[in-house]
């Protein structure tokens, strides 16, 4: 086996061990650092499965999909680079998968998604010309042996579940109250410009589109025993079928069709999918960028408050202040602690000393991203106490201090900081 095929294998594989010839460039231990790197392998292939298959790990629950999803990964590593399409035997491992067997629909509702991937990636194709296809269905004799190509967007599943109202639901198009997932229903996904829409439709035009898509001329399908309730013939199927053409209609409603509320986007869909839209964008927010910002402000909170307890050390970035010099308690600081703040326990004088010290200290090592989560546990017992025994009333501000600083502590100061930095050398990521 080569050292790359060793290399693959123990990146999927906890139980076998780093390949002996690897070598950190820092002289540390390569079995932590490629434990490290098998973590964050697979950590990210599931990312890929989660994002692609989105209310399978709603139905289940994260930690069950995510579980789910890891043995499905090291069975069944990515064959290309192109991770869009990573998970197109998903579905059926999940079929097979024992844990999940409680929920036999949640298979189908995978490869439903799998199909709103493939239609969001198909290949744009021009839809057959009105006079060519006039000029085609003109001639009665010869309509029987016309084949038919169709949009290489459009993709059908026929489920013996609830598959189109259960995608539906977790949408917020509808409820999952009353729902019954063993209810079988057809699935009709397709692409209009950019956006990719599930419309559910009758079993016979299911198999009328699935008999086009397999080859089969028009008149074939037409003489098939698919009639399964009034009306689901070919002609009930034939406007699903040319709606994968960019200019073509809209699937026709029928009066017995349980699932109409589905079949159009109807103005009721659009704000939701604006929402959805903006909601994906807010996404795109690089925490870095958050956290930087929310060091730099409350480390400017408290600096700014410790330069008012002294004398002799005086900096401002922003308007551009630079004294330099021993820094030593200002006059006012002692009788401000005696007078106004009178914090319990401790001597006025020790107080300000210690105040002085740690509105210094702790803004320092907070925008520098050293010691982060500590120096903004430090700067939260601050708050608590000025919160508490100095300023009760003052509480909306100490309140967004508090969640800037737990947010810090709870996530870190992120990948524009001292903190990362040592992390990497250590191997450390977390």
Same mark, same amino acid.
């Given at each position: ?26 002289? *540390? ?28 790990? %709603? ?15 090291r069975g069944a590593p990515p064959r290309s680079r192109i991770l869009a399409y990573y998970g197109a035997g998903f579905p059926a491992f999940i079929e097979g998968f024992a844990p999940a067997a409680g929920l036999p629909y949640l298979a189908d509702v995978a490869r439903l998604e799998l199909l709103r991937i493939e239609a969001y990636h198909a290949a744009d194709a021009a839809p057959v010309a009105h006079d060519a296809l006039a000029a085609a269905l003109a001639t009665p004799e010869r309509v029987g042996a016309l084949h038919f190509q169709l949009h290489p967007a459009l993709g059908v599943l026929a489920s013996a579940f609830a ?26 996904? %397709? !692409? ?20 086009? %898509? ?27 079928? *040319? ?20 079949? !159009? ?66 006059? *006012? ?92 050398? &250590?191997? &450390?990521?977390?």
């Amino acid at each position: 086996m080569s050292m790359q095929q060793q290399f693959a294998a123990a990146l999927l594989d906890p139980q076998l061990d780093c390949p002996a010839q690897l070598r950190a460039w820092n002289g *540390s231990d390569p079995a932590q650092r490629f434990a490290v790197y098998r973590n964050n392998v697979l950590s990210s292939l599931v990312d890929a499965l989660a994002a692609s298959f989105p209310v399978a790990q %709603q139905l289940v629950g994260e930690a069950f999909f995510r579980a789910m999803a890891a043995e499905f990964v090291r069975g069944a590593p990515p064959r290309s680079r192109i991770l869009a399409y990573y998970g197109a035997g998903f579905p059926a491992f999940i079929e097979g998968f024992a844990p999940a067997a409680g929920l036999p629909y949640l298979a189908d509702v995978a490869r439903l998604e799998l199909l709103r991937i493939e239609a969001y990636h198909a290949a744009d194709a021009a839809p057959v010309a009105h006079d060519a296809l006039a000029a085609a269905l003109a001639t009665p004799e010869r309509v029987g042996a016309l084949h038919f190509q169709l949009h290489p967007a459009l993709g059908v599943l026929a489920s013996a579940f609830a598959v189109v109202s259960l995608w539906a639901a977790h949408q917020g198009e509808r409820r999952l109250t009353g729902l019954d997932p063993g209810l079988g229903e057809c699935a009709l996904v %397709q !692409r209009r410009a950019l956006e990719v829409e599930v419309l559910g439709i009758r079993p016979g035009a299911a198999r009328f589109i699935q008999a086009l %898509q397999q080859g089969r001329p028009w008149g074939r399908p037409q003489q098939t025993p698919w009639r399964t309730t009034p009306n689901s013939t070919s002609a009930t199927a034939w406007p699903s079928c *040319s709606a994968a053409a960019p200019s073509s209609a809209s699937p026709t409603p029928t009066k017995d069709n349980s699932h109409e509320q589905f079949r !159009r986007p109807g103005p009721r869909r659009r704000p939701v999918r604006l929402i959805a839209w903006a909601i994906d964008l807010c996404k795109l927010i690089p925490y870095s960028l958050v956290a930087l910002l929310g060091r730099f402000s409350i480390a400017a909170v408290f600096w700014k408050s410790g330069q008012t307890k002294i004398e002799g050390l005086a900096i401002d970035i922003v308007e551009g202040t630079f004294e330099l010099g021993l820094p030593r308690l200002s006059a *006012s600081a002692v009788p401000l602690f005696e007078h106004e703040y009178q914090v319990p326990l401790l001597p006025a004088e020790l107080a300000a000393q210690l105040a002085a010290f740690a509105e210094h200290l702790f803004p320092i090592l907070i925008l520098l991203g050293l010691a982060t989560r500590f120096s903004a546990l430090a700067l939260l017992g601050m708050t608590l106490v000025i919160q508490l025994f100095v300023y009760p009333g003052a509480y909306p501000t100490h309140g967004v201090w508090a969640a800037v600083l737990l947010l810090l502590a709870a996530k870190g100061p992120g990948v524009l900081a001292l903190d990362q930095l040592i992390a990497r050398h &250590y191997g &450390y990521n977390r």
